[in-house]
């Protein structure tokens, strides 16, 4: 693994006893000792701490908050100029084709655009940004800056006792926050269905910060496996398997992202890649969508396994994009696309495991009730 | 006890093999959440798959590790998979099998074999 890039964090994992594998590029935690399955029930019931440096954050800047929020516009479909100073979004780049090139979040800071992408797409996300904002708006990687994420139910009592200020942070509000003497930015989110908090701190002071946290009651470290488990049970999405540059956002269940100000009749409607698709599939509907998933028994239907509509014979309806064990459900839960006919909640279809077709029913996500702090 | 370099005990009980995965192998697995086992009375051949073993990461196969027939199952880990985890070479043994040529065990290896194999 000499060839992939470190964290700041590298050498307290590798300390705390994880087990490191390559992810987009990056030498990462998939697992610390606890394993997968605890660290998971860990996050649900106590707080996890997830290294998430590997992604990319970007600053963009420009002569006033409109016009950076107007240029970002361009970009996504998303009511950017509509955010409230010290708020929070989730978004898409979008292609021509109507299909996503990366999910996102995007933060306003005063007249400034704070954007957190994915790690495999940051290279191509900031490409996307510099070639497609114009001249005047900055668009500053900030690669001197770590990334963590403290989720769960424990995650306000800890932030909130290293700073009282976080009591007053709901669900995707952003903050600037003193914990333990580091000066950081915060955002009371994450990506686990759990209430939480992702912090941006400078890289040089991220290790310490960390060892501070893992001291605190209830805080323990948590790898990417259990990200994923925990993610897939809240029903998000995983860019490069539940979404794609071939899926677009309604066939993905993501027409929430898209605001009305930007839909057909809105105020700024279109004026964003693949515009003229997007609208046509929120208006006719789409052939496929992306559902929940619960297989019948007690077998994971992993990505890739295919979904049919009979026993035997029949017709292909769909795949699996994501799936496995869900630690909280007691049971295999999975995402993917089905055919539009078999998109209600409660469809029997059948995945082909093995060789062997085993019953799994269309179910409504998530598959965990969201803790967030509204 | 015998190994094999698939990650298999076997122990002889009853004038049948007892065959389970190591402790090391459990360890690389990770958390076991699903395992599907053979029909009692199967005959098997040498690296046949046998179980289907899920961890949280992926799924694995169980190669018969030698030719014979399945006589017992262990059916208690259907429902109780993580004893893979808890007692690999104890309690959370997959199947007996009947050995039908006994010169197939030749070629396995005793404890400090395996743990020399696995450093």
């Known amino acids: ?374 | 006890m015998k190994f094999t370099e698939e990650h298999e005990w076997l122990r002889e009980e009853d004038g049948v093999m007892v065959v389970g995965i190591t402790t090391h192998a459990a360890e690389q697995l990770g958390d076991v959440v699903f395992i599907e086992l053979p029909e009692e009375g199967t005959t098997v051949s040498k690296d046949d798959e046998v179980v289907v073993i899920e961890s949280v990461k992926a799924a694995s196969d169980i190669l018969a590790p030698v030719d014979g027939e399945i006589v017992e199952v262990n059916s208690a880990l259907a429902d109780n998979p993580g004893a893979v985890n808890d007692d690999p070479q104890g309690e959370a043994w997959f199947f007996k099998m009947s050995v039908s040529d006994a010169s197939q065990l030749d070629e396995f290896m005793d404890e400090p074999a395996y743990q020399k194999f696995i450093a």
Not at chain 1, 96 to 125: H, P, Q, S, T, Y
Not at chain 1, 236 to 255: K, N
Not at chain 1, 294 to 306: I, K, L, N, S
């Open chain 1, 1 to 374: 693994m000499t060839d992939l890039a470190r964290t700041p964090l590298y050498e307290l994992h590798v300390e705390l006893g994880a087990k490191m594998v390559p992810f987009a590029g990056y030498a990462m935690p998939v697992q610390y000792p606890m394993g997968v399955l605890k660290e998971h029930l860990h996050t649900r019931s106590a707080a996890g701490l997830f290294d998430v440096s590997h992604m990319g954050q970007a600053m963009l800047s420009g002569p006033s908050w409109e016009a950076v929020a107007e240029a970002f516009e361009a970009l996504v479909p998303m009511d950017v100029l509509g955010l409230d100073d010290g708020r929070q979004r989730y978004g898409l780049f979008t292609n021509d084709a109507g299909g996503i090139e990366d999910d996102l979040m995007f933060a306003r800071r005063g007249d400034e655009l704070l954007v957190v992408v994915n790690a495999a797409c940051k290279a191509a996300d900031f490409a996307r940004m510099r070639a497609g904002l114009p001249d005047e708006i900055a668009v500053t990687e900030l690669a001197d800056r770590a990334l963590i994420a403290l989720q769960g139910p424990a995650a306000a009592v800890v932030i909130e006792d290293l700073d009282p200020a976080a009591s007053d942070m709901r669900f995707m509000d952003v903050a600037d926050l003193s914990l333990c003497g580091h000066a950081v930015w915060a955002s009371r989110s994450g990506y686990t269905g759990e209430d939480g908090f992702e912090i941006s701190i400078p890289a040089d002071e991220a290790e310490t910060l960390v060892r501070s946290l893992l001291t605190q009651r209830d805080v323990a470290p948590i790898g990417l496996g259990a990200r994923d488990s925990l993610r897939l049970e809240a029903g998000l999405c995983l860019y490069g398997h539940d979404i794609d540059a071939m899926t677009g956002p309604v066939e993905a269940g993501l027409s929430w992202a898209v605001q009305r100000v930007r839909r057909p009749g809105g105020a700024r409607a279109g004026g964003y890649p693949g515009a003229d698709v997007i609208a046509e599939a929120l208006a006719q509907g789409v052939a496929r969508q992306r559902v929940g998933l619960r297989p019948e028994g007690r077998a994971p239907m992993r990505e890739g396994v295919q979904l049919f509509d009979a026993e035997e014979g029949g017709a292909q309806v769909g795949t699996v994009t994501s799936g496995g064990y869900g630690p909280s459900v007691e049971g295999p839960v999975a995402m993917g696309y089905v055919t539009a006919p078999h998109a209600a909640v409660g469809t029997r279809v059948w995945g082909e495991v093995r060789g062997k077709r085993l019953p799994v029913d269309v179910a409504a996500l998530p598959f965990v009730p969201a803790n967030f702090k509204r």
